[in-house]
C-alpha cells in the first residue's frame, strides 16, 4: 500500500542537532558518500526528477523495466513544512520505491530542513534542486537562480549535513565557464553534499532538443570532485548509456524526457525514432506504449495520484498513436472528468483501429551477455 505522509506519521521537527562537525572530516566524509553509495547498490540507471511526472507509479513502473534507483518530483520545501494537503498529494511512496531521492526546492535553510526531516526515513538522499531554470524558479528566487548566490547554495547544503542523518545530494546546471562550474561543485562537496547530478546544460540552455548536454564539461566535474557523480542530459537509449558513462566517467545517469515516452528505456527498448541511423540490427520487442499505459494505470489504481498527472502521462506515452488517431485525442482532451474504465476503454479503441507502433529491442540487448549485465546491474 502506498504511504502517505501523514501528521500522525511525520517525523517530529525537533530532532537534537547531530554531533557532526564539517571541518577536518574530508576523507571521511567521502568515504561516507562511497560507502553510502555501495550500500545502495551503486545505481546506474536513474528516473529524474520531473514535475508531475516522477510521481510513485511512474517510478514503480521504471523500476520494473530496469531503473535501479529514482529521484521524487521536486517539492516546494516551504509548502511542504506548512500544508499536510500538499505533503500528502504530492509525495507518497512504498516500501519497494527504493533507493530514492526526495527532491526539494529552497531558499532557507530552516525551512528546507524541517521539510527535509518530515521525508527523511522514507529516502535515501534528501537533494536540493539546484538546476530549475524556469520562470517559476525565478520568481520563487530557487533552483538554478540561486546560482547568483552561492554562500545561500553552502548554508542550504551544510544546515542539511549537519542535521540530517540521510546524505545530501545536488542537482546542478553548468556554469557558461567551466572553471565557475568546478569550483561551484567542490564547494558544494566541502559543504557536505555527497551525490552530485550534473546537467549538462546551462540556465539559458532551456531546450534540451536543441542544446546537447555537454558530457565533457560533466567529466571535468567528475574529475574534480571525489563524491560520486551522476550524468544528466541526451540519455535516449541504452547506447546513450554506454557513451555518456564511458566519457565522464560518472557513476550512473539520469534520464527524463525520453523515459516519459518509453518508460522501458533502461531495459533496453527504445522509440523508433531511435532505431533509423542507429547502428546494429532491431527487432520488434513484443511491448509497446499502450502495454506500458495499462500497466502505468494499475499502479495508479493501486497508488493514487492526481489526475493531471495521469493525464500528462497519457499524452507523453500515446503522443504518437494520438497522431495517427487525432479523433480519439480529441475525446480524450473533451473528458472533463476521467475514469480509470475511459482511459482502458480508450486502449481498446486505439487497438481496434489497428493502430500499433512498438518498442524496439536492439539484437545484441535481447540476449545480454554476463559482461553486459555486469556493467549495467
Ligand atoms: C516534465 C519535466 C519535469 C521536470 N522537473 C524537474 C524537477 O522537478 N527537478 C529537476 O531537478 N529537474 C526537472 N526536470 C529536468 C530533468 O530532471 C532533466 O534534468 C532534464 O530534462 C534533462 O534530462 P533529459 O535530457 O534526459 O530530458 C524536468 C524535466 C521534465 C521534462
Not at 559543504?191 to 571535468?220: N, P, Q, Y
Not at 554506454?242 to 527498448?269: Q, R
Not at 507523453?316 to 476503454?345: C, M, V
Request: glycine share 6%; aromatic share 10%; charged share 30%.
Amino acid at each position: 500500500m502506498a504511504q502517505t505522509r501523514t501528521s500522525s506519521d511525520s517525523i517530529q521537527p525537533e530532532h537534537p542537532p547531530r554531533n557532526l562537525t564539517l571541518t577536518g572530516g574530508e576523507d571521511s566524509r567521502v568515504q561516507r558518500a562511497w560507502t553510502h553509495w555501495t550500500n545502495l547498490g551503486r545505481p546506474k540507471l536513474i528516473v529524474a526528477p520531473m514535475v508531475d511526472n516522477s510521481e510513485l507509479p511512474f517510478r514503480m513502473l521504471c523500476r520494473k523495466y530496469g531503473a535501479q534507483a529514482a529521484y521524487t518530483p521536486m517539492l516546494h520545501s516551504r509548502i511542504f513544512s506548512e500544508t499536510e494537503k500538499y505533503r500528502n498529494e504530492e509525495f507518497t511512496t512504498c516500501k519497494e520505491d527504493r533507493p530514492l531521492f526526495v527532491q526539494f526546492c529552497a531558499n532557507d535553510p530552516d525551512v528546507l530542513l524541517e521539510a527535509a526531516r518530515r521525508v527523511e526515513p522514507y529516502c535515501d538522499y534528501v537533494d536540493i534542486n539546484l538546476g530549475c531554470p524556469q520562470r517559476i524558479a525565478k520568481r520563487g528566487n530557487y533552483g538554478a537562480f540561486l546560482m547568483d548566490n552561492l554562500p545561500l547554495v553552502k548554508s542550504l547544503v551544510e544546515k542539511l549535513a549537519l542535521n540530517l542523518e540521510v546524505p545530501v545530494s545536488c542537482k546542478i546546471r553548468l556554469f557558461p565557464k567551466l572553471e565557475d562550474t568546478l569550483k561551484y561543485a567542490r564547494m558544494l562537496e566541502e559543504a557536505g553534499c555527497l551525490l552530485l547530478a550534473v546537467h549538462g546544460r546551462t540556465r539559458d540552455e532551456k531546450d534540451g532538443s536543441k542544446f546537447r548536454a555537454d558530457w565533457k564539461a560533466i567529466k571535468a566535474v567528475k574529475d574534480a570532485v571525489r563524491i560520486p557523480v551522476l550524468a544528466n542530459g541526451n540519455i535516449r537509449h541504452m547506447d546513450d548509456v554506454k557513451d555518456c558513462l564511458e566519457a565522464t566517467g560518472a557513476e550512473g545517469v539520469l534520464s527524463a524526457e525520453t523515459l516519459l515516452e518509453n518508460p522501458a528505456l533502461f531495459a533496453g527498448f527504445r522509440t523508433a525514432e531511435w532505431v533509423s541511423g542507429c547502428e546494429g540490427d532491431f527487432v520488434d520487442g513484443n511491448l509497446d506504449q499502450a502495454d506500458l499505459l495499462i500497466e502505468y494505470l494499475n499502479l495508479c489504481e493501486k497508488y493514487p495520484v492526481p489526475w493531471r498527472i495521469i493525464r500528462s502521462h497519457v499524452h507523453k506515452l500515446l503522443g504518437d498513436w494520438f497522431s495517427l488517431q487525432p479523433h480519439i485525442r480529441e475525446d480524450f482532451n473533451k473528458q472533463y472528468k476521467i475514469t480509470f474504465e475511459y482511459l482502458y476503454d480508450m486502449v481498446d479503441q486505439l487497438r481496434a483501429t489497428g493502430t500499433r507502433i512498438p518498442l524496439y529491442l536492439k539484437c545484441t540487448e535481447t540476449e545480454p551477455t554476463d559482461t553486459d549485465t555486469d556493467q549495467y546491474s
